[in-house]
């Protein structure tokens, strides 16, 4: 529908989009489940094919009615009495003639406009529960697909699918009617003249068909080599810096001349294959009005038929080229809708992993007591890579846990593992003693609070991103919860104050007041249990340590854990746990771990007083 | 199975609408208002403009005129035969009748003229169309590889992007349709003509119908184009926010705002059906008119022209014409007013064209610029420049230094005080105001850009890396770069091992920009593209982000290897980095406040000491208000 949807869903077409041709059974299923879906619309539905055979018919009478008149014409030449009943005669066919026109008019304004109808109320049902069945699915979904291919699912797969009513199944209607029904009536008139007169059918039925086809297929590659030139445009102008820094512009236009022939290429062989199509039709339909002339002519002349009904043949045969043509946008059609659909519902019929359970009832939270015991984990699709392994420790109501340890040791999974944003594949955690998976996912989410690394700002008023987990929240909270994260300030500082737009296409904010928005919108949440997941890494260490300040209050009831590579963001915590390999090696406070002189203590140091053997060799190399 | 979950739906819109509760502070996808859609019809600057890049075609452009022209008279002259052929081939009981095996005849070569006027027409057309859409998209393209920095550094990436595509789409929209609007044109006038001239009476009494559709088009089009973009935006607007859900699903999960944004959405899609049936019912209720038109006319035609052939005066053949020219007659009415719509996008759009194509270009290289040798000694020399974004505030004021050859010179300051300018200024990303930026002794200016790129390598602060292999990206600066050049300078930056255990190794392909490695990795990768290049002299900006320890140690230790032996101007953030500097340059509100090596400066107590002491592992850390405090006192010394 609209080109800049398409646009921008095209750009990622994936693995997850590219269903493997599906066989037919599949295909077919699919077409039986979206036919079934317009049928819930019945009153629609029933216009719509209802105005499709009126309007056929309606359609298949003018030539007969044009034929006629020609006929009264014929008959009468000489005047005088009879030449005034054949005018009467001539009125009377002229008026059938309006009143036939006008009432088809109509018949086809309610057959397309209910077709589109089925179809716009089918794509309502769909989007609404494509962005429920998207907002849902866990997390580990949206890890192993690319937001690319959603977006080509939700916008153009969905087109595909609401599209099928009024270009496929109406139109087989309505070919139906006219190509049936009128090759009765013309062979019936006389055989010979009437399969000429239809001869072009098959031809160019066949023709638009395998074209149709043809420029699909060849569209979709066409999407793909464009997307690869909208990356090489993309990437070079947001990393315009780099390609000066490196004069590379050469380079890049080099770049930018290859992927763009080879869309060129495509584009020239796609205009190609439409124009020998289309002129190929003409010439079909032409060459078989010529024929009706010429063998239609003698027959007149042979006084086998009338002037009259050789008209009808001709006019029927203007009828009857438009719709011909589209058969291969009918066939195409089918196609679209059988892809498409398989997709959307392979969507829509997923499991989602981390759900309620049957039995879920809410939390109850009275001590607010956090408890990993023996926790084991593994990403799913990588079961045989254990990223946790038996985990276990306690984090009381007011107790802060800092944890910390190398890269890719399941610092962050853990953090991931609270609220349920993956289920544990070993061991258990608990709140106040109920297992978190016995709980509704809602209720847990309102008492674990994540503030995450890449913190997502909505393209909104910086207060309604404060707001988010708390729509109906006063002003004054979130002020207050703004003031918290040392945002209120700079907030103020801004032309719009709270109500500057950000986001993605609002202003752009750094990566430390990103953070501190987070951290705001966190706060808004009342949490039992706040989890920081490395999420001051960009905050200069004195905001850091006002937050912190201010944090002491807020944390005095509830649990905070704190996930860290800045050992002064997590000093202070009651516990510090360091994980490495999915396992805690060393636990304990801050002096007990120095005085350990274990791992965290040579990380201390590093961090401390950064490398000085580091600089010796600097000095002997540079 | 049922996808529509009707039941759930209700559910939850009365959860969120609970009575007497404010509405949320609450919107899903955003609200912003697109750019404007349709301009003035005409341009006459714009279409000049267009014209430049349809000029090389325009021997095609002729061509594909004159086919329209005989594909259209083609299609003209078909009526007329049939209408020949009935009138004198087909008198009843003739046996001799030359004049249908003529008419038949004419109608063969009429249809083969008509098939190769459509191919050429529509072939010539097309593929013109096609590659003025690629040009016009490589002038762009190519533009922006010139335009200075300080107009990319306004402009959104995905701003340009929409020029580059959807405007660029619109402009092709557009010549595809102007070419074909002459054939509706000719095709109208055409039959117009060719009614009258077989029968005026009865031409002018059918053509009297025509200014009824061009009345009722004149009050319909304005209401529909309105029920049209409504039906537009509020879908935009649904995707939009389709969009964000998928992008900000973890948020959304994570404070669990499902249920409102659910009911929020079912606004936005409720909408976006209303809008639609509209726009469905607008487009829809033309459809009895024209027919009625139709019909009226053939009314007209029968009753009028039918009694004239009673009477003999007017041949059945001419009638039967009349209904032919009838049932074509609508299509050039309804295709030109369509077509108003698309000049009136192409004319916006082009206007938005035109508008990055005439982006000035500040930076360029001068006639008889030099070519920076790779044998000059790499020295690097700030003479009294001064320098603004806008030369009224100046970033830099007056600053002079030299960096020797094979010198590292770490640049310090607070955010602000212009190092990231000075560091531009060594590639002539933007020009000096007053003064000269001297490499190898000559001034920039005087130096082609492209020599100069290859002789001083830059490092930025955010590692920008490109789709592709790791091994392309690293060699990205020297396409002739072996694969041994490669591994080496990996292995040199330490990168080595952890590319090794990608998927793929040198061969695995990273995603967006990167996207799959850590940023610590990214930074060596783009330590080892530095090194590949082998440019004299090294201008790195270093990171600010907090990296994890682990990293930070391999990053310092590449960072020596990398200076070695060519010059270097670090704008350093480090304390490490800095105290391995041979030369530190402290600047402050664009001027060089103190130079010393560590211990000098350290010894002076200035600036530089008081940040030092100030013990934070980083001079990003300070605090502002130490930064102050110290700033103060430091320029009291």
């Given at each position: 529908m609209s080109s800049d949807a398409i646009g921008s869903a095209t750009k990622a077409r994936n693995s997850f989009a590219h269903v493997e041709a599906a066989g037919w059974g599949q295909g077919l299923s699919t077409l039986l489940r979206i036919t079934r879906m317009n049928l819930r619309h019945p009153w629609q539905v029933t216009f719509a094919i209802g105005s499709t055979i009126i309007a056929a018919t309606l359609q298949l009478t003018i030539p007969q009615l044009l034929g006629r008149a020609v006929d009264q014409t014929q008959t009468a030449i000489g005047g005088g009495a009879e030449g005034a009943a054949a005018e009467s005669a001539l009125l009377i066919s002229a008026l059938l003639l309006l009143t036939v026109s006008i009432l088809r008019g109509l018949f086809t304004m309610t057959q397309n406009y209910y077709a589109e109808a089925v179809g716009h109320h089918i794509g309502y049902e769909l989007r609404l529960a494509c962005y429920e069945k998207i907002q849902r699915l866990s997390f580990s979904f949206h890890d192993r697909v690319h937001s690319g291919d959603l977006i080509t699912i939700g916008m153009l797969d969905l087109e595909g699918v609401r599209m099928y009513f009024s270009t496929a199944l109406v139109r087989v209607v309505l070919l139906t009617m006219l190509i049936g029904i009128g090759a009765y009536l013309l062979i019936s008139t006389d055989p010979v003249l009437g399969l000429l007169a239809l001869s072009f059918v098959p031809f160019v039925g066949w023709r638009s068909s395998v074209t149709r086809l043809k420029l699909r297929a060849t569209w979709l590659e066409l999407q793909e080599r464009l997307s690869v030139l909208t990356r090489v445009m993309e990437e070079n102008l947001g990393g315009i810096r780099v390609v000066r820094a490196f004069a590379a512009q050469a380079h890049e236009m080099m770049k930018f001349d290859r992927a763009s022939k080879s869309a060129l290429e495509l584009a020239h062989e796609r205009v190609g294959i439409r124009v020998r199509n289309t002129s190929a039709m003409t010439f079909s339909f032409f060459l078989a009005m010529g024929l009706v002339l010429l063998v239609g002519g003698n027959k007149v002349v042979a006084g086998e038929i009338s002037v009259g009904t050789l008209a009808t043949f001709l006019t029927f045969m203007t009828i009857l080229q438009m719709p011909v043509r589209q058969l291969g946008m009918m066939v195409n059609a089918f196609a679209r809708a059988s892809t498409c659909g398989s997709r959307l519902f392979g969507l829509l019929d997923l499991d989602i992993a981390v759900k309620d359970a049957p039995d879920a009832k809410p939390l109850d939270i009275t001590d607010g007591t956090l408890r990993f015991n023996n926790v084991s984990f593994a990403y799913p699709g990588a079961q045989d890579r254990q990223v946790l392994k038996n985990v276990s420790f306690e984090a009381r109501k007011g107790e802060t846990v800092g944890i910390v340890g190398p890269p890719g040791s399941g610092k962050s999974t853990i953090a991931h593992l609270i609220p349920r944003f993956y289920d544990v594949t070993g061991g258990a955690i608990t709140l106040d003693g109920q297992d978190i998976r016995k709980a509704t996912l809602a209720s847990l989410r309102q008492s674990v609070a994540v503030v995450q690394q890449d913190a997502f700002l909505f393209t909104t008023t910086i207060e309604n991103n404060i707001a988010y987990g708390d729509p109906w929240a006063k002003e004054r909270r979130i002020a207050r919860a703004s003031e918290f994260a040392q945002l209120h300030n700079y907030v103020l500082g801004l032309p719009a104050g709270y109500g500057t737009v950000v986001g993605e296409r609002g202003v752009s904010l750094s990566g430390g007041q990103r953070q501190r928005l987070t951290i705001a919108r966190t706060m808004m949440l009342k949490p039992s249990v706040i989890v920081f997941d490395d999420s001051t890494a960009a905050i200069d260490a004195a905001t850091e340590s006002r937050i912190r300040t201010a944090m002491r209050r807020f944390a005095k009831d509830r649990v905070t854990i704190v996930i860290a590579h800045r050992l002064s963001s997590l000093m202070h915590a009651d516990q510090i746990l360091f994980v490495e390999g999915g396992e805690i090696v060393e636990r304990g406070t801050h002096e007990e771990l120095l005085a350990k002189g274990g791992r965290y203590r040579a990380l201390y140091d590093l961090q401390v007083r950064p490398g000085e053997e580091m600089l010796d060799e600097a000095g002997g190399g540079g | 199975m049922a996808p529509d979950g009707a039941g759930e739906i209700e559910v939850e819109r009365n959860e969120v609408r609970d009575g007497g509760r404010r509405p949320p502070r609450a919107v899903v996808g955003s609200h912003r208002i697109e750019e404007e859609m349709f301009g003035r019809v005409f341009d006459k600057n714009i279409v000049k403009r267009i014209w430049a890049f349809v000029r090389p075609y325009r021997a095609r452009v002729i061509i594909s005129v004159a086919a329209v022209l005989i594909f259209t008279a083609t299609q003209l002259v078909i009526p007329l035969i049939i209408r020949y052929a009935i009138d004198n081939?087909?008198?009843?009981?003739?046996?001799?009748?030359p004049a249908l095996l003529y008419s038949v005849a004419a109608f063969a070569l009429a249809i083969l003229i008509n098939y190769a006027a459509s191919y050429i027409q529509e072939t010539v057309v097309g593929q013109m169309a096609e590659n003025v859409l690629f040009d016009i998209r490589r002038a762009m393209f190519g533009h922006l590889q010139k335009v200075s920095l300080s107009f990319m550094d306004k402009t959104e990436v995905g701003r340009l992007m929409s020029r580059l595509q959807g405007d660029v789409n619109s402009m092709q929209e557009f010549l595809e349709t102007s070419v074909l609007s002459v054939g509706d044109i000719v095709l109208l006038f055409g039959i117009v003509f060719v009614m009258l001239w077989l029968d005026f009476r009865l031409g002018l009494l059918t053509l009297s119908v025509m200014p009824i559709l061009f009345i009722v088009r004149i009050f319909w089009l304005p209401r529909a184009r309105e029920a049209f973009m409504a039906a537009h935006e509020t879908n935009s607007v649904a995707n939009g926010a389709l969009a964000e859900a998928i992008h900000g699903v973890r948020a959304v999960q994570s404070m669990d705002r499902q249920q409102v944004n659910f009911t929020l959405y079912d606004d936005k899609a409720a909408a976006n059906l209303k809008t639609h049936l509209t726009a469905a019912k607008y487009a829809q209720v033309m459809v009895p008119i024209v027919d009625s038109l139709t019909g009226l006319a053939m009314a007209f035609v029968i009753v009028v022209g039918g009694s004239m052939v009673l009477n003999g005066g007017l041949d059945v053949g001419i009638m039967v014409a009349f209904l032919f020219y009838i049932q074509r007659f609508f299509d050039p009415i309804r295709s030109l007013t369509l077509q108003y719509s698309v000049m009136q996008r192409a004319m916006a759009s082009g206007k938005r064209l035109t508008d990055v194509l005439d982006v000035r270009i500040d930076v360029k290289d001068k006639p008889g610029a030099k070519v920076l040798s790779p044998d000059m000694d790499g020295s690097v020399e700030f003479k009294d420049v001064t320098f603004g974004y806008d030369p009224k505030q100046p970033v830099l004021k007056d600053v002079s230094f030299r960096v020797n050859p094979g010198e590292t010179v770490a640049l310090v300051g607070p955010t602000g005080s212009g190092k990231s300018s000075a560091m531009a200024l060594v590639h002539r990303f933007y020009d000096v105001q007053k003064g000269e930026v001297l490499v190898g002794g000559h001034d920039v200016r005087d130096l082609t850009q492209e020599s100069l790129g290859r002789q001083v390598a830059m490092v930025l602060q955010e590692p920008f890396l490109f789709t592709g292999t790791v091994f392309e990206n690293i060699r990205y600066h020297k396409a002739d770069a072996t694969r041994d050049q490669v591994i080496e300078a990996a292995r040199a930056v330490g990168a080595h091992d952890f590319i090794m255990s990608l998927d793929g190794g040198y061969d695995a392909i990273l995603g967006e920009r990167g996207g799959n490695l850590s940023l610590g990795q990214r930074q060596l990768i783009s330590f080892a593209r530095a090194l590949v290049a082998d440019a004299k002299i090294l201008v790195l900006d270093e990171a600010t982000a907090n990296i994890d320890s682990y990293t930070e140690m391999l990053i310092q230790k590449a960072l020596i290897r990398l200076l070695q032996g060519r010059t270097g101007l670090v704008i350093a953030h480090r304390l490490a980095t800095i105290r391995g500097a041979d030369r530190i340059i402290v600047l402050q509100n664009g001027q060089v406040i103190e130079t010393g090596n560590h211990d000098q400066l350290m010894a002076k107590g200035g600036l530089y000491s008081k940040l030092y002491n100030l013990n934070y592992a980083s001079f990003d850390d300070i605090p502002e208000a130490e930064l102050e405090a110290s700033a103060q006192s430091g320029s009291q010394t």
């Open positions: - | 081939g087909m008198a009843p009981g003739e046996i001799d009748h």
